[in-house]
């Protein structure tokens, strides 16, 4: 080190405060390491080699080679007295169970009868107001209706007349499936494709029933995930008519699915198999990013879990996913194909383009559907970006609304007006 350094560094440590004082009395061991920690950080040297230089650097910056090294073992950044993990701002989340019914105007329960079964659907809805269209919303597998719950608000804040009807599919949240006279709940649930598109017609068939339509109103499909499948295989069957303007399915590809599927099990395995609250069980979704907005998690992960029928303290998967392993293909065998080639308007909404398969990329490039990107989203997309989901859903609508269509006059009434002397 050359003179000229040793000089420039005395005159620094000169400048530098006193010694601490003595720590007072009467304080704790730890308390006592911490002050002296403190002091540590404070304390000058009394001669320039008690300072550990670095030489490296040229004399034209001498300013920034001293470098005060602390005492090893001393705890420098011991958190301050009384403070917990999350000061600095951070607090812990409110993890209460939300009610349905800040979203819903009122749940229906609607029974469908056959020879074998009786199905009781429960659903939510917010009917439509005025000659609003009616967008029918079905879930993914171990999900509910209220997965829906969140975005339909934002949805009614964009569309105020527009009406929801979010279902629990069978063996899903509260609808019940009994057998013949009155025997157990779900047996031998039948979750098949054609099952459930034919549930949703019906859902759909009651509630007008139910709520006295005279006319069924204009109606948007919506799903995710396997309700994607269902809502795409609904339209392609063309079993609600001329009424369904459109539908939108959420970030499922019939390329990516099936290639999931291999992994699902293993999926399955690592997820907790009881929880102790349902607060617990919302905190686990919001942790582990399965739903990455709280208040999406608060309003529908209640409906995903009952209380053990052993245990008072205890909380079970309502749906037990690995048992519906059988279904898994066939969900999703044919998908793409179907998406492309159904009437009406068609919405994809992914979490990331590496989703697309072959037969959508190309599809994409010849304009057959529209196609909305949100890479800062999870698998559920509505739950994750409710806002955002809305308002690519509200301009679906808008693009797709017959009401707002302004046809052009036919040829022979054109052809009367001229002879007439109208034109």
Known sequence: ????????????????????????????????????????????????????????SSPSSTSSVGTV??????????????????????????????????HFDQELYLTASSPTQVVTHHVYITPPASSGPLLVTHHGAGSSGLSFAVFTSELRKLLPNVGILSLDARGHGDTVVKGEAGGGSNPSLDLSLETLSSDLVSVVRLTQEKL??????????MGHSLGGAVVTNVASQGKLGEKVLGYVVLDVVEGSAIDALQSMQTYLSTRPSVFDSLASGIDWHIRS?????AESART????????????????????????????????????????????????LLLAGTDRLDKPLMIGQMQGKYQLHVFPEAGHF??????????????????????????????????????????V
């Open 1 to 56: 080190m050359s003179d000229l350094q040793r000089s420039f560094i005395k005159a620094k440590l000169a400048h530098l405060p006193p010694m601490p004082p003595e720590p007072p009395e009467g304080l704790t061991a730890e308390e006592r390491e911490d002050e002296e920690a403190i002091g540590d950080l404070l304390e000058t040297p009394q001669s320039p080699q008690d300072v550990d230089v670095d030489d490296s």
């Open 69 to 102: 090294r602390p005492l090893p073992g001393r705890k420098l950044f011991a958190r301050p007295k009384g403070l917990s993990s999350s000061a600095g701002g951070g607090k812990k989340p409110d993890l209460e169970p939300l009610p349905w019914s800040s």
């Open 212 to 221: 006295g339509w005279t006319t069924l109103p204009d109606i948007l499909l």
């Open 289 to 293: 990013r399965t739903i990455r907005n």
């Open 300 to 347: 529908s992960v209640p409906a995903l879990l009952m209380p053990s029928p052993s245990s008072p303290n205890a909380w079970l998967w309502r749906t037990n996913l690995a048992s519906t392993q059988p279904f898994w293909e066939e969900w999703f065998l044919g998908l793409s194909g179907k998406f492309l080639g159904a009437k009406g308007g068609k919405l």
């Open 381 to 422: 997309i509505h739950e994750d970006q409710p806002a955002k989901t809305a308002m690519a859903v509200a301009d679906f609508y808008k693009r797709n609304d017959r009401s707002a269509m302004v046809m052009p006059p036919k040829v022979a009434d054109l052809l009367k007006l001229k002879g007439h002397g109208g």
